[in-house]
């Protein structure tokens, strides 16, 4: 899939490690008692995130998407608390055509949608036309992929793909193709809703309101019924310090999305004293450098291995994001199960003599240093400590064989340049459009236009900023693609991040973790991996 830098601009906004260093500040000394706010069991989420718009066609944001998650489903999702796909309104995983090209699904009956209109395979048809053809921010995830849909019965639908891609069930699972009601919806480029939603899934929007939204439990929904009455979603716009004060004193039941890492730890340390509790799951946004294979001094691969083997994941970990981060030692993460740790196998952590041997075998010296430009987005408090950690490392360290340089802008033009080649390496994060591995090596690695003298001049890789160009990692990728054996897959993306360590376009520093924190009357809630939490497992004790 093409996915681009802005994408990547976004989730500087969303992801939870872009943190001050200080809390914003504390609830009064001499707070009242939490007040009683799931009465009637109606359960109260407090987030600093708001949703630009409720269309899912048109939703690319976590906010937006994570009431597209509860208000809707896909033909396809996730098991709560994990990455295995299942079956949603499709009653069974797709049939695939031996070319893998023809993807037949049999939906589900006896479905209605929140205005009462039936729904079928032809209003699942219509959805997934609708998100292509509209023209919303995250629509090439299936324009890119799909050539044609049609429902071939009243409760089956077929998808041609344009070419094979063994992931294509996951980006089924995409919060945004969603079922909406033919009724309430068109099929237009730019035809978006988006002050409503009218989905199947087990919540019902009944009230938006600038500073909140409340979610009704569905009571014709087809499924298990959730176990709370409703959710009211309250907005501390952009303001964690509200949101950190407001759940300490007891105004939300559950916050959740985003704290900053002091105001966790805090939180953290008080649920260990019982006052309330912490939900702790392993995410799957990751932090990385990208390093311009193209510039000087980058271009010498010896001087990409010799910053692998000076980077100290551990420290980063600890000093910048208090412990709130997993070292992470490829570009994929942990949580899928073709994760190999290539980069700690390869370079380890904080090797300083294997460091200045790279360097030295390259010509490098204290007389004679290599000069390394590292630039981020001006919004990145994270990034900018990561840099600034990095310069002290190497000047400690490395005896001045090699000097970092770091540089700031704001994030827009950050994003332009990036994709330009205009920096010798970038800090930047990542958050996955669906739970794949493919999703984590085709962005990057991928490059449809170069040559090993010339470097990728268009693709992933010239869009990340590695300008890294392989025509044997664009065979495996090809490859991984078409596999429909995991076994064999697994292999493919063994060997791909091999090379991934060998040739060091890329450096892994850590993936996220997500935290939610729950007053003690309250059960049932699960962090998923894409970040996407279930309201309806949510109960009040």
């Known amino acids: 899939m093409k996915i681009g830098l802005s994408h990547l601009g976004k989730l500087l906004v969303l992801f939870l490690f872009c943190v001050a260093v200080t809390v914003g500040c504390h609830s009064p000394q001499n707070s009242q008692p939490p007040a ?81 209109t039936p729904f079928n395979a032809e209003a699942m048809v219509f959805s997934l036309r609708r998100f292509i053809e ?77 500073d909140s939204l409340k979610l009704a439990a569905f009571e014709q929904y087809w499924g298990a019924k959730p176990k709370n009455k409703g959710i009211t979603v309250q907005i501390y716009l952009g303001n964690p310090a509200n949101l950190f004060n407001a759940f300490r004193t007891g105004t939300v039941d559950v916050a959740y999305q985003s704290l ?57 970990n600890e000093r910048i994001l208090q412990g709130q981060g997993e070292p992470l030692y490829s570009m994929v993460p942990k949580t899928f199960d073709v994760y190999k740790p290539v ?8 090797q300083v003599e294997k460091a200045k041997q790279y360097l030295k075998g390259a010509g490098f010296s204290p007389e004679n240093p290599a000069i390394v430009e590292i630039w981020h987005s001006s919004s990145s408090v994270t990034a900018s400590m990561v840099a600034g950690v990095l310069k002290a490392l190497a000047k400690r360290d490395l005896e001045d064989m090699i000097q970092f340089q770091p540089n700031s802008i704001a994030s827009a033009a950050y994003f332009k340049n990036v994709s330009q080649g205009l920096y010798s390496s970038a800090l930047s994060n990542w958050y996955p459009d669906f739970l794949d591995a493919d999703n984590y090596i085709q962005p990057f ?43 064999k897959r697994k292999a493919i993306f063994s060997q791909i991040q091999d090379i991934l360590a060998q040739e060091v ?30 309201f309806w497992t949510i109960q009040a004790s």
């Not at 597209?68 to 098991?79: A, F, H, I, V």
């Not at 429902?151 to 079922?179: N, R, V």
């Not at 991928?446 to 470097?455: E, I, L, W």
């Not at 376009?505 to 279930?534: E, H, R």
């Open 36 to 116: 009683q706010v799931n009465q009637n069991g109606v359960i109260t989420i407090g987030t600093t995130l708001k949703t630009r718009t409720l269309d899912p066609a048109d939703n690319y944001e976590l906010a937006g998407m994570m009431l597209s998650y509860n208000l809707g489903e896909t033909l396809y999702t996730y098991e709560p608390g994990t990455t295995k796909l299942i079956p949603l309104l499709a009653r069974e995983m797709p049939k695939i055509s031996a070319d893998g090209l023809i993807y037949t699904i049999p939906v589900r009956k006896g479905i209605i949608f929140h205005d009462g």
């Open 343 to 350: 980069f700690e196998e390869a370079y380890g952590d904080h």
């Open 134 to 210: 509209n023209g919303g921010e995250p629509s090439f995830l299936l324009s890119d992929a799909i050539e044609k849909v049609e429902a071939i019965k009243d409760d089956e639908i077929q998808i041609k793909l344009k070419t094979p891609f063994a992931a294509f069930p996951a980006l089924l699972a995409f919060p945004g193709a969603c079922a909406v009601s033919p009724k309430a919806y068109e099929i237009g480029e730019g035809k978006f809703v988006p002050d409503q939603f009218v989905g199947t899934g087990p919540y019902k929007l009944v009230d938006v309101k600038n």
């Open 260 to 316: 900053q890492a002091p105001q966790v730890r805090k939180l953290q340390t008080e649920a260990n004293e019982g006052k309330w509790q912490t939900i702790e799951a392993s995410g799957t946004a990751i932090s990385f450098l990208a390093l311009n294979v193209k510039t000087e001094p980058l271009k010498e691969k010896a001087v990409r291995k010799a910053i692998a083997s000076l980077i100290d994941r551990p420290l980063l």
């Open 445 to 487: 690695l991928s490059c449809s236009s170069g040559s090993a003298n010339d470097g990728c001049k268009e693709g992933g890789s010239q869009s990340q900023g590695s300008f890294f160009y392989s025509d044997r990692i664009n065979t495996l990728i090809e490859q991984q693609r078409q596999e429909q054996d995991p076994i």
């Open 505 to 534: 376009p890329y450096i892994p520093l850590w993936q996220s973790k997500d935290y939610a924190f729950v007053q003690n009357k309250i059960k049932g809630m699960i962090l998923n991996p894409n970040q996407l939490t279930p």
